[in-house]
Nanobody, 123 residues
Framework: QVQLVESGGGLVQAGGSLRLSCAASGSIFRIDDMGWYRQAPGKQRELVAAIKSGGSTNYADSVKGRFTISRDNAKNTAYLQMNSLKPEDTAVYYC?????????????????WGQGTRVTVSS
């Protein structure tokens, strides 16, 4: 089993900053892609930013220049630095990881989700 635990959400005023963390633990051989998604009330979950194990990144157009995704492979942790936050960034943010698992029960790449962390940006 693999668990993803997000932290760092909260309430912030527009223009402020938050840093989200996603720590993976459990039966991990290696983690490939990691990503941050968000879901606002009444909307579909959308990709915010993603990072490959080698470090290449991609971002949603709406957050380019404001958000930065990074990871520490030694700690199996991903981060999302969010600056210049806007009210429209308000959502529950979820971490996703493609984990290479090697156990007697499962061998292969398995996708996992965290439980989500709420970000609220006030105007």
């Amino acid at each position: 089993q693999v668990q993803l635990v997000e932290s760092g959400g909260g309430l912030v005023q527009a223009g402020g900053s938050l840093r989200l963390s996603c720590a993976a633990s459990g039966s991990i051989f290696r983690i490939d892609d990691m990503g941050w998604y968000r879901q606002a009330p009444g909307k579909q979950r959308e990709l915010v930013a993603a990072i490959k194990s080698g470090g290449s990144t991609n971002y949603a157009d709406s957050v380019k220049g404001r958000f930065t995704i990074s990871r520490d492979n030694a700690k199996n942790t991903a981060y999302l630095q969010m600056n210049s936050l806007k009210p429209e960034d308000t959502a529950v943010y979820y971490c996703n990881a493609d984990v290479i698992v090697i156990t007697p029960q499962v061998t292969g790449v398995v996708g996992y989700w965290g439980q989500g962390t709420r970000v609220t940006v006030s105007s």
